[in-house]
Every structure is written in C-alpha cells, then in structure tokens.
Nanobody, 116 residues
Framework: QVQLVESGGGLVQPGGSLRLSCAVS????????MSWYRQAPGKERELVAT????????NVADSVKDRFTISRDNPKNMVYLQMNSLKPEDTAVYYC?????????WGQGTQVTVSS
C-alpha cells in the first residue's frame, strides 16, 4: 500500500530552521512530481514547493522564496523541505504530496509551530 509519512515538524523560535522529511513507500518515487503543501488553522491548503520527478526543476511559493528549499533523494525514496528563517506565519500543518498522471497520494501531515 502506498504510504507517505512526514516527519521533522515541531516547535521552533522565529528565525530558526527545520527540515521536514517525507518517506515514501511502495512505489517508484522517480516517476512522481513531489510537492509540499501547508494548511494553517482557518485557511485553505496552499502549495509551498514542488520538485520535478528527476529533481532538476523546483518551484517555491513567493511567500517562502529564499527561505525554503525542496529536494529529493530518489534512491532513498525521500523528499525534503529545508525551512530557514522561519516566521510565525509559517505555522501550519505541512503535507507531502506525490502526483503521477491521475495518481495522487497525500501524507498525514506534520505540525510546524513558529513561536517565541
């Protein structure tokens, strides 16, 4: 059964860093475009960053540009989101998504809280 499991969330002070990980099982990661989304309380889920199947192309939302970096390690079936210079408005549940054609899978999310 396909599974995406996020980890690495937690409580961090403003200006701090976290690295989120997404462990993928039961399918060939290299076929899939991978993305990170986030959803804050009372808000819609929003796209944070996307990486192509080969890892050669990435896109990040303007709100996190120059602070967040998405990467992947296909042989290890892992996707990462490095988050630096975190702000209180980055507080949200962060989700990993895999997409290939009509096949879309989501993880269960990991909470990130930025607060002093």
């Amino acid at each position: 059964q396909v599974q995406l499991v996020e980890s690495g969330g937690g409580l961090v002070q403003p200006g701090g860093s976290l690295r989120l990980s997404c462990a993928v099982s039961e399918f060939t990661l290299s076929r899939y475009v991978m993305s990170w989304y986030r959803q804050a309380p009372g808000k819609e889920r929003e796209l944070v960053a996307t990486i192509s199947s080969s890892g050669t192309s990435t896109n990040v939302a303007d709100s996190v540009k120059d602070r967040f970096t998405i990467s992947r390690d296909n042989p290890k079936n892992m996707v990462y989101l490095q988050m630096n210079s975190l702000k209180p408005e980055d507080t949200a549940v962060y989700y990993c998504k895999a997409a290939w054609g009509f096949q879309v899978y989501w993880g269960q999310g990991t909470q990130v809280t930025v607060s002093s």
